[in-house]
């Protein structure tokens, strides 16, 4: 019986192992003691969440530690799982000092700094529809705005000798847009006339252009039943997933329509502007363009916002995270940040000079700075809304329009189950 | 009552030694056809993937697909291990993996020896619990984990990552189902020789598993590597974040940078390719017949 | 529960030579033996999982538990609402039509996913086959492949608008089919990437079984003439049986539970005709800052993942003794 031999040359081999559990034990022994936050408020921490932007704030960051002497720590964090992380920090006292967040939230609300003196310095003639203000306390300042438009493949628009407006002042109407469309799919043999984005944000724009009012709260702080030209838009949207004008996939089934429009054979996209700076670098098989958004007859998009710049409470790292969100703003700054990150402006009357080499990205920021202008107002009441939702301490965590129009294309249900569906989801949230 | 030889034998199924029967050479064209059938199919979404990554952007989706890309480049690679940390993100997934898989492989070896070989009620009842560790989707109980993480002062740091992931159903079951197959009489035997019965683990039992250690040093190894959600939630110094928050930020809330994620995603593959082919090799070659005969 | 391999004796035609002593009686006898003697060595083996298990598992269970009797939404209190949440997911349709699918997605993926994984394992351990060490890393590969990039890869094999397959199938003179918004092609679809992608975890479970199997059983066998099937039926299938078994409930577990693939695929389309379990709860809780009633939800799941196992373990001890 020799089990003593192949025992131990079984633990000879496996000595490796008793290393790593001293190791381990080493690592689990240097526990959590470095505290990011407020080391003599030198450094501050700065999250965001972008997938492009980070240039513009690098530089800034560079230049505030230059003039105050203080260090921004910029942390980029991922879009998924963002707002959760954040829910935990702020159960962990680890909020960081600022951060440009997608969406305000009752957990940490209280813990926000009041941005009042950059919000209301009228040398940053920042637009105060846009600023999160509560009690005279200003709570968030948008980083950037984004509205929803619309892309054309102008290769396929040239190739099948069809004109498209160019100046958002003498717009087309959706009818006019479609047959146009039409044309160019049928002269050209492309497959699809448009693809439009899978989200809340960019429906409410087509109810707008439609004249209807869409999904807006009521005096009484529920969601009311919207008028007749919403489901009527509706009702139009469903029959374009006709898997001629539009694929069906988009809606139903979580198709990527940027991919879709990528491939060349999409007459048109409906999207945003966040798209210009992605088309430049990864289209290359045609031309494409910005197009001015249809109107029917109201001239339309959704204005959302970029990120909201908050600066959180955190003891000695408070001041000078304050300063650093001034800082940001400052309009010679803010300019510099625009140009470099693509964004469009929430400071009125400024001149920013895109570093784009592509001239339809150039052509495209300049369409949706007039569309911006000639919007109706109706076009940013979305994120008004959920402002409103947020400062009463209740929120929208979930859009149930996007689930419930996928079961009304997809026929499941009918226009009238799924506008009284979405009025309930939202009310739902609200309670 | 023969428990171990030290002479090498054949392992099980490579019977290629002996002289070819008639039948062989029919049974070798087929194997093998049958084989790389499944290679293809399995491997043409996967080539696509490796060879997507060397594609332009403007390659990605255009139509028709193509299978090779006309204008290769490596500016996805490029741009992905320049987009973040690399260097350092990497370092502390490793640490972490490492980590994670030692002590997984410990306490699931001991675990699962004893739910195999002492059969007390309570024994038997702690197998269901181990069990439904599984059963609850991992975002109910994000929130709860994260406070109790918290109250014991393991925020930020990466043992938050390590520890709760060391318990796992799969690594567990494993042993035990191993540990089912080793015969009794090898255990017995070592009592009688006056052996303890941690010591009859560790020194006899322990060893023999050594195939079991490996396959789940592979998984244990994949599954850190690749998680996400709790790593982000619980790690708060970027100088601590793993490999796959940073490739996270690759996906944006509007838009995804395809041709870097897709080159991120190779880079992150190679070292769990590696450690695989690694520790596979061993598993292939173990000479693990010794003292399982009854 | 079996506590060796059984040998292979029951195999017709094939005689396989036991060890010295019969085994059955001397296996009882430990057994009896076993049952009590034994507290402080299983205690000590089992102990760090155990802490584990209550400081990682019980503890935030239990508090979801408590979410689950509450109108909880993730902030703030958590008033007290019985079993109203429990009630009205037994009364919610879409719960028993996710729960329906979950099933028909599992039962498909499961059997597919184990047959595979079993094929490519003896595959990579027989002698038979050439040109291992490719198949090796092939087979194991897809495995790695985050469920994101699965999406767009499968995406651009099965897009209804511009995959791959669609191209062929037009090419040759087919009409398109509707692998997206057609909800059971649009099933299929997921559950062959579910086993693309599944396959390797399981092959390298049967890969260490496998290998385990001792040789001088089919040394035996083939004195005695037996041909290949009847080798693998009656030896390898009986010897990895105490695996077949894990893999199959792994995978019964893992498949109930699948949400990132399927999201990353078809978003549970067309509409809500694939939402599979968790999607469900992740839907109609957590995205809606229900977090009450998404818990009592996952604890239905749980329950439902429970009894399953049970089934399961007792099945699996009836057939052994």
Known sequence: ?431 | MALTTSTPRPPALRRGKRPAAPGELSKKVWATAVMWLLVVVYGFPVLWFLLSSFKPAGELFSYPLTLLPKNPTIEGFTQAWTSFDFAQYFLNTLIVAVAATVLTIVVSAACGYALAKYHSWWVKAFMICVLATTMLPAEVILSPLFLVVRDLGLYNSLSAVVVPAVITATGTFMFRQFFLTVPNDLLEAARIDGSGELSTFIRIMLPLSRPIMLTLAIFSFQWRWNDYIWPLVVLNDPNKFTLQIGVATIVGADNVNWSVLLGASVLSMIPLVAIYLLLQKYVMNADINAGLKD | MVDSIHPPAEAPGIDVRRGPEPMRPRQRGWRLRGRNRYVGAPLVLISINLLLFVTFFVWPAVTGLIYSFTSYTGVGTAPYVGLDNYQRLLQDEAFYAALIRTLIFTACAVPLTVLLSLGTAVLLVTSYTKGKSLARVVFFLPWLISPIIAGVIWRWMFGENFGLVNYLIVSLGGEEVPWQSNANLSLIVVIVAAAWSYTAFNMLLFVAALKNVPTVYYEAASLDGAGSWAKFRNITLPAIAPTTFIVVLLSVLHFMKEYALIRALNEGGPGTANNLLVQYIFKMGFERAQVGYASAASFVLMLILMIVAVVQLRMNRRKES
């Open chain 1, 1 to 431: 019986m020799n089990i003593s031999i192949t025992a131990g040359r079984g633990l000879r081999r496996w000595r490796w192992l008793s290393l790593g559990v001293a190791m381990t034990v080493a690592l689990t022994a240097c526990g959590s003691d470095t505290d990011s936050g407020g080391s003599g408020a030198k450094k501050i921490t700065f999250w965001l969440s972008t997938s492009a932007q980070l240039q513009g704030y690098n530089d800034l960051a560079k230049e505030f530690e230059a003039k105050e002497g203080v260090k921004v720590e910029i942390v980029n964090v991922p879009y998924d799982g963002y707002q959760e992380k954040l829910r935990q920090s702020a159960q962990a006292n680890s909020l960081p000092d600022v951060a440009s967040v997608p969406q305000l939230e009752t957990l940490w609300i209280n813990q926000l700094q009041d941005l009042s003196a950059t919000a209301n310095n009228d040398t940053n003639k920042i637009r105060k529809d846009l600023v999160t203000e509560q009690d005279g306390k200003v709570l968030a300042i948008p980083s950037d705005l984004t509205a929803a438009g619309l892309f054309i493949n102008k290769s396929l628009f040239d190739k099948a000798k069809v004109t498209y407006p160019t100046d958002p002042a003498q717009t087309w109407t959706w009818d006019e847009f479609l047959a146009a469309a039409t044309k160019v799919r049928t002269a050209t043999g492309a497959k699809y006339d448009l693809v439009y984005d899978n989200s809340p944000a960019r429906i409410r724009a087509f109810i707008y252009t439609h004249g209807g009012k869409g999904f807006q709260l009521g005096s009484d702080g529920k969601y009311a039943t919207p008028d007749a030209a919403t489901v009527q838009a509706l009702t139009k949207f469903k029959s374009m997933n006709d898997d001629k004008v539009m694929p069906k996939s988009v809606w139903t089934s979580g198709a990527d329509p940027n991919a879709l429009f990528k491939s060349g054979q999409v007459v048109a996209y409906y999207s945003g502007v966040w798209q210009v700076a992605d088309f430049a670098e990864s289209i290359t098989n045609f031309e494409w363009a910005s197009a001015p958004t249809p109107a029917q007859p109201v001239h339309a998009t959704d204005i959302n916002l970029g990120g909201k710049v908050v600066a959180f409470n955190n003891g000695d790292a408070a001041a000078p995270a304050k300063k650093w969100v001034d800082f940001i703003f400052q309009r010679d700054n803010y300019t510099k940040l625009a140009a470099a990150n693509g964004y469009l402006p929430v400071e009125s009357g400024l001149t920013v000079t895109y570093p784009f080499k592509k001239q339809a990205a150039l052509d495209a920021f300049a369409l949706y700075t007039k569309e911006i202008e000639l919007a109706d107002p109706i076009s940013s009441s979305g994120q008004a809304a959920q402002t409103t939702l947020i400062l009463d301490g209740k929120a929208i965590q979930k859009d149930p329009t996007k689930d419930e129009m996928a079961k009304f294309v997809n026929g499941e249900q009918d226009v009238q189950k799924t506008v009284d569906n979405i009025v309930n989801g939202l009310n739902e949230q609200l309670s």
